[in-house]
Structure formats: C-alpha cells, structure tokens
C-alpha cells in the first residue's frame, strides 16, 4: 500500500509537518510494509493556474503549464490513499495548496479517485477558519472511497503541538483511514454522489456544453457503467430515477440549446 502526503504549508518543520509525521508513525504501526511518500508543494514547481479552461474543456494534458503537474498526478495515481495537509491561513488554505486545489480542479469534473481514502488534515492557531479548511481540502475527495478530517488545534506558543485530546483524535482519524484504505471494496455511492456524477451527465448531454468541453462529454460517456451503477435496494433505484428527471428537467429549463 501507497500513501501519499501533500503538505501546503510553506513552512517546512512546521505544525502541519509534524502531524503528518506523526500520522505516518501511526499509519506505520498498523501497516509496516506501507510506503509513505510526502510531497512538499514548497518544494514543487506547480505554477499559478492561468484559468484557460483547457483542463476543463480538452483535457489536463492540455494544459499549456509545464512544470511538475503530471508528476504530482502520477504520484496520486499510484497511491492508495491521498492526505492533503494545509495550515489554516486566514480561514480557508494557504495559496500554496489553493492553486494545488485549482490545478486540480478537473478531477471535480472528472472524478478518477475512486479506489483511494482520503484524508484532509489542518492545523490551526485558534478554532478560526478550521471547519472551511478542512471542506476546501476535501473538495478534490470527489469520488473517493473513503474520506477522512482531522483538524488539530495548536497552541501559538512552542509547546508539543499534539496534546492529549489531539493525540486521541489523531489516532483515530488514522485508523479509520488505515482500515478504510486496505478495504478491497469500493465504496456504493450514495444519493448525493449520484446526483453530482447525474447532473455532469445530463449537463454534458447538451450540444453547446459537448461542443465547449468534449473532455467532460467522453468521461461520462465512459463512466456510465462504472460509476452510475446505482443498483442495490429497489427504493434507492427509483429514488434515483426520480431525482435524475426532475434534473434532467432543470436543467433543461436553463439551458435551452437541445
Ligand atoms: C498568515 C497566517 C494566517 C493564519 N490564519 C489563521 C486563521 O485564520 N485561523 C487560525 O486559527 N489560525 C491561523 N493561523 C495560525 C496557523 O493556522 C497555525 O499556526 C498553523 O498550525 C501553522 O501551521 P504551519 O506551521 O504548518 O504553517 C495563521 C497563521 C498565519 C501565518
């Protein structure tokens, strides 16, 4: 098993650091042959997303930036579980790991995480702002098998940053992602996964959206089988009907162009 740990802090012994160490030792302690890389977005050379579209529209390999992308998705493929770790920095993440998060934001349209955990982890001064960060970090877990947040307020004087009440969190945020991770079954999705995955489906279905962003239409003509199979109880499946009509008719109402 892989895990892969993107820290975007600029700090490099920082809190954020010494937490996803600590998450490493236990992550270690139940796995010992686990493989765990960090990745310092310091250390990258990941430039600011121009916002071309081109990801979006044709594809991420279309990206006119060339710099360490590709190798940072190459490194995500590979691993079993993803942990996105950022401070908080004036409520929300610093702009190391937003433009990270905005390289990325393809995979919101095309989700391709679905047999990693995930784990958003973030340090605080205060309690200011935690909450934001944790649900900004967690926005590229579309998709994912299991998502994990574990947020650790720290002291603004240099005391051990991970307390007892830290330490017992700490624990148990790892574990669940331990045990989430070497679990080979994917994840149902719910009614809200179907019905964000529904509605790219039914946007791409339309002729200026296919023609803008052919990208998006080839992904959910391919990912109809594989990810929009809602079956199980029949009550979940005629739910699921429901909602796709009554998007389907929403959308359709905005966009008048099929
Ligand atoms: C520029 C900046 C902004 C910050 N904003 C907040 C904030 O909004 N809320 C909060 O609780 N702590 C805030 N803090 C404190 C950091 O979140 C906290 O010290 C964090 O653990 C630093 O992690 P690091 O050492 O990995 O950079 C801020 C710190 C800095 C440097």
Redesign the pocket.
């Known amino acids: 098993m892989k895990v892969l740990a993107i820290?975007g802090?600029?700090?490099k012994?920082?809190?954020?650091?010494?937490?996803v160490e600590r998450i490493r030792e236990q992550l270690l302690a139940a796995d010992k042959e686990l493989d765990f890389e960090i990745l310092r977005l310091a250390d990258m050379d990941l430039q600011i997303c121009r916002g071309c579209f081109s990801c979006f529209a044709r594809g991420e390999e279309s990206c006119p930036l060339k710099d360490d992308f590709t190798f940072i998705a190459r490194k995500m493929a590979e691993a079993d579980g993803i942990i996105l770790a950022?401070?908080?920095?004036?409520?929300?993440v610093?702009a190391l790991m937003k433009n990270f998060i905005d390289r990325f934001a393809y995979t919101l349209h095309r989700p391709c995480f679905f047999d990693k955990s995930f784990m958003a982890v973030?340090?605080?001064?205060?309690?200011?702002?935690?909450k934001e960060t944790l649900n900004q970090l967690a926005i590229l877990s579309a998709g994912c098998k299991s998502v994990h947040k574990l947020g650790?307020?720290?002291s603004?004087v240099p005391i051990p940053?991970i307390d007892r009440r830290n330490e017992k969190q700490l624990r148990r945020v790892s574990a669940a992602f331990s045990r989430a991770m070497h679990k080979s079954t994917r994840r149902l999705p719910g009614l809200p996964d179907w019905a964000y995955f529904s509605s790219f489906k039914i946007m791409t279905a339309f002729k200026s959206y296919r023609l803008h962003c052919p990208a998006d239409y080839a992904y959910y003509q391919r990912r109809e089988l594989y990810f929009f199979n809602f079956d199980g109880h029949p009550v979940r499946r005629l739910t699921g009907k429901m909602v796709k009509i009554l998007m389907g008719c929403g959308i359709k109402a905005m966009v008048k162009d099929n």
């Open positions: 820290i802090s600029p700090r012994k920082g809190n954020t650091m010494q937490v950022a401070p908080t920095y004036a409520m929300g610093p973030s340090t605080v001064g205060g309690m200011m702002g935690l650790i307020t720290c603004p940053i």
